[in-house]
Antibody
């Protein structure tokens, strides 16, 4: 059973870079598609980006290239970096996986981690 | 920011049938991309409920069903139960292979 666990600072200052890690257990990060999604308080889900371990990647154009997703096969983790954060980036951040391919649904989710952007 | 439109809320009495619509455009659902549905119980992460527009993953009760036609999709819940009270989100793709999400729908069991 594949399990995902997000980790990272819960508080980030405005203009700094948000960094989160998703640790994969019960499976290998050298498979599947790995995605980051967030949910602002009281709002819907927002796609941030995804990556396949062999290098193909995509990120939400509305975030104006602030997002970088990477995979670390040695640690069985994948990561999210978001630069120049503002209060609008305060949200619960989820990592998720599509084990049956990019166009299948995201069938494994982490529990989510809350990130607050504030000075 | 959401590309797909859902009703903010739907409600029904226990045992009733409710449907949730997910309306997109020719650049996402209408382009032939499948629609997936997620159930988000209060305070928890989303869970895949319907994949490939109509398929239920293992363990999902058969009272949940999905359909897709043209630029829209629908999720139906028949025999509504108290534990179905949750937020429901649809998801598809656009022509640049970005994930696109719906605005989300809160289901209330009366």
């Amino acid at each position: 059973q594949v399990l995902l666990q997000e980790s990272g600072p819960g508080l980030v200052k405005p203009s700094e870079t948000l960094s989160l890690t998703c640790t994969v257990s019960g499976g290998s990060v050298s498979s599947y598609y790995w995605t980051w999604i967030r949910q602002s308080p009281g709002k819907g889900l927002e796609y941030l980006g995804y990556m396949y371990y062999r290098g193909s990647a995509n990120d939400n154009p509305s975030l104006k290239s602030r997002v970088t997703i990477s995979v670390d096969t040695s640690k069985n983790q994948f990561s999210l970096k978001m630069s120049s954060v503002t209060a609008a980036d305060t949200a619960v951040y989820y990592c998720a996986s599509s084990r049956r391919g990019l166009f299948a649904g995201m069938d494994v989710w982490g529990q989510g981690t809350t990130v607050t952007v504030s000075s | 920011q959401s590309v797909l439109t859902q009703p903010p809320s739907v409600s029904g009495a226990p045992g009733q049938r409710v449907t949730i619509s997910c309306t997109g455009s020719s650049s996402n659902i209408g382009a032939g991309y499948d629609v997936h549905w997620y159930q988000q119980l209060p305070g928890t992460a989303p869970k895949l409920l319907i994949s490939g527009s109509t398929n239920r993953p293992s363990g999902v009760p058969d009272r949940f069903s999905g359909s897709k036609s043209g630029t829209s999709a629908s999720l139906a819940i028949t025999g509504l139960q108290a534990e179905d009270e949750a937020d429901y989100h649809c998801q598809s793709f656009d022509s640049s292979l970005n994930y696109v999400f719906g605005t989300g729908t809160k289901v209330t069991v009366l």
